[in-house]
């Protein structure tokens, strides 16, 4: 499943570098459905169109797409996500790349707890045009699991993502509030709300100096009056929470 990022199989029509807003691709595992040779056999499927590459990371591949723009062609990464909960098992037999493995992360069941099914129409790198379904990620779920990206890495996109998502989400963030209002007991909802308040609880914090340093703000007032907007906007959404 699609956690977040853009499909590098589709060369989606007017998706220039200026359209995309990340060139990588997260997917998220529901290992549980890849067990006995499964998972061996997903990576098989993508080794075998001879698109895709063992990146730097353990857990990521990459494809070289040509956007037909006259542009050089873009590196488009794909990184293999699974749940912390999830106990992985690998084997010689299975091992189709080797040291290649799956990144297990804090926060990544929340993608499986309510994933939209959407569908994407376009030309993919072959050159034949087509339709694909893909499930992705909510963005109440997103937005877990970016509280726990915030959380367990030094990354400044992780908070701008977040107050981006907040700020731009069709429904408003009221309906994100709400969702999450209604999963108080799932422990990944509690547990993202604990992170926010922590990481925003002030102009000064970590969030907002993480998307003032994202935006590569120079000027001082200019930054400061972007950290207090980020700062200002996670904490109505945390009151839209309680």
Same mark, same amino acid.
């Given at each position: 499943?699609?956690?977040?990022?853009?499909?590098?199989?589709?060369?989606?029509?007017?998706? /220039? *570098?200026?359209? =995309?807003?990340?060139?990588?691709?997260? +997917? &998220?595992?529901?290992?549980?459905? $890849?067990?006995?040779? !499964?998972?061996?056999?997903?990576?098989?499927?993508?080794?075998?169109?001879?698109?895709?590459?063992?990146?730097?990371?353990?857990?990521?591949?990459?494809?070289?797409?040509?956007?037909?723009? /006259? *542009?050089?062609? =873009?590196?488009?990464?794909?990184?293999? +996500? &699974?749940?912390?909960?999830?106990? $992985?098992?690998?084997? !010689?037999?299975?091992?189709?790349?080797?040291?290649?493995?799956?990144?297990?992360?804090?926060?990544?069941?929340?993608?499986?707890?309510?994933?939209?099914?959407?569908?994407?129409?376009?030309?993919?790198?072959?050159?034949?045009?087509?339709?694909?379904?893909?499930?992705?990620?909510?963005?109440?779920?997103?937005?877990?699991?970016?509280?726990?990206?915030?959380?367990?890495?030094?990354?400044?996109?992780?908070?701008?993502?977040?107050?981006?998502?907040?700020?731009?989400?069709?429904?408003?963030?009221?309906?994100?509030?709400?969702?999450?209002?209604?999963?108080?007991?799932?422990?990944?909802?509690?547990?993202?709300?604990?992170?926010?308040?922590?990481?925003?609880?002030?102009?000064?914090?970590?969030?907002?100096?993480?998307?003032?340093?994202?935006?590569?703000?120079?000027?001082?007032?200019?930054?400061?009056?972007?950290?207090?907007?980020?700062?200002?906007?996670?904490?109505?959404?945390?009151?839209?929470?309680?």
């Amino acid at each position: 499943m699609v956690v977040g990022g853009w499909v590098p199989d589709l060369l989606i029509e007017g998706a /220039g *570098e200026e359209h =995309v807003g990340s060139i990588d691709v997260d +997917l &998220a595992l529901d290992a549980k459905k $890849l067990m006995g040779g !499964r998972y061996a056999e997903l990576l098989g499927l993508l080794i075998d169109t001879r698109r895709y590459f063992k990146g730097e990371k353990s857990f990521q591949l990459y494809a070289m797409v040509d956007l037909q723009d /006259g *542009e050089a062609p =873009v590196r488009v990464d794909v990184e293999f +996500l &699974a749940p912390q909960e999830i106990n $992985l098992r690998s084997s !010689r037999r299975s091992c189709v790349i080797e040291d290649f493995r799956v990144l297990q992360a804090d926060g990544c069941a929340a993608a499986f707890h309510a994933p939209e099914v959407v569908t994407i129409d376009g030309q993919m790198v072959s050159g034949a045009r087509n339709r694909v379904q893909l499930r992705v990620a909510s963005f109440p779920d997103f937005l877990v699991m970016k509280c726990f990206a915030l959380k367990g890495r030094d990354k400044p996109k992780d908070a701008y993502d977040l107050c981006y998502c907040l700020g731009h989400v069709a429904e408003g963030m009221e309906s994100i509030a709400e969702d999450w209002k209604g999963r108080k007991a799932d422990e990944s909802v509690r547990r993202a709300i604990e992170i926010l308040r922590e990481k925003f609880d002030s102009v000064d914090a970590f969030g907002p100096r993480q998307v003032v340093g994202f935006l590569q703000i120079g000027n001082s007032e200019e930054a400061a009056i972007e950290a207090r907007r980020a700062c200002e906007l996670v904490q109505r959404f945390l009151v839209m929470v309680e």
